[in-house]
């Protein structure tokens, strides 16, 4: 069994940081891509920042400049920076990650939880 846990979600004002975490655990063999993205009221599960097992990034235009995603690939762990936050930014944020398990080389899309991250103006 695979699964990935989230933290480091919370309360900030606008303009302040925040960062979160995404730990994955149990049979893992290789984690390709993994991947932030949110959900706001109302709306669409949108993405927002994914990195390959290579360190290359891809960012929603919304968060250019302002979010950095890295991954620790020891701790099978991946971050998100969060700074200059607005409040549009508050959603739901789900940690994603492609996982290819050691019983029986699957591969398997796994989400985590979701963490909430509240801006407030």
């Known amino acids: 069994q695979v699964q990935l846990v989230e933290s480091g979600g919370g309360l900030v004002q606008a303009g302040g940081s925040l960062r979160l975490s995404c730990a994955a655990s149990?049979?893992?063999?290789?984690?390709?891509?993994m991947a932030w993205y949110r959900q706001a009221p109302g709306k669409e599960r949108e993405l927002v920042a994914s990195?390959?097992?290579?360190?290359?990034?891809k960012y929603a235009d919304s968060v250019k400049g302002r979010f950095t995603c890295s991954r620790d690939n020891a701790k099978n762990t991946v971050y998100l920076q969060m700074n200059s936050l607005k409040p549009e930014d508050t959603a739901v944020y789900y940690c994603?990650?492609?996982?290819?398990?050691?019983?029986?080389?699957?591969?398997?899309?796994?989400w985590g939880q979701g963490t909430l991250v509240t801006v407030s103006s």
């Open positions: 994603n990650a492609g996982i290819i398990a050691t019983i029986g080389y699957r591969y398997l899309e796994v």
């Open positions: 149990g049979s893992i063999f290789r984690i390709n891509t």
């Open positions: 990195i390959t097992s290579g360190g290359s990034t």
